[in-house]
Nanobody
Framework: QVHFVESGGGLVQAGGSLRLSCQVS????????LGWFRQAPGKQREFLAH???????YYADSVKGRFTISRDNAKNTVYLQMSSLKPEDTAVYYC????????WGQGTQVTVSS
């Protein structure tokens, strides 16, 4: 069973915006805090943001003020709105529970050109 399906990545110029989506299996969506992570080439996976079931948010300093996490409970989907993108935001982006489960989706590639 696939639990996390990320989409919405692409190539964007510095300063641009993208919105990522993650379809989550219902059992996980309704019982967990959900978050976004990313992994750049040669680097460890980095936590970015999470959103608890009742709307409490948390952001890593690297994305605070630029990224916004949200969720649509009717669609079992969590989103990451990214703006003011920088080349250093280039990475594969993943969603997962927080703390993360042992399995991950395929991720979605975000490439920011300078």
């Amino acid at each position: 069973q696939v639990h996390f399906v990320e989409s919405g990545g692409g190539l964007v110029q510095a300063g641009g915006s993208l919105r990522l989506s993650c379809q989550v299996s219902r059992s996980i969506f309704t019982t967990n805090t959900l978050g976004w992570f990313r992994q750049a080439p040669g680097k460890q996976r980095e936590f970015l943001a999470h959103m608890r079931r009742f709307g409490i948010l948390y952001y890593a300093d690297s994305v605070k003020g630029r990224f916004t996490i949200s969720r649509d409970n009717a669609k079992n989907t969590v989103y990451l709105q990214m703006s003011s993108l920088k080349p250093e935001d280039t990475a594969v982006y993943y969603c997962n529970a927080v703390p993360p489960m042992d399995f991950w989706g395929q991720g979605t590639q975000v490439t920011v050109s300078s």
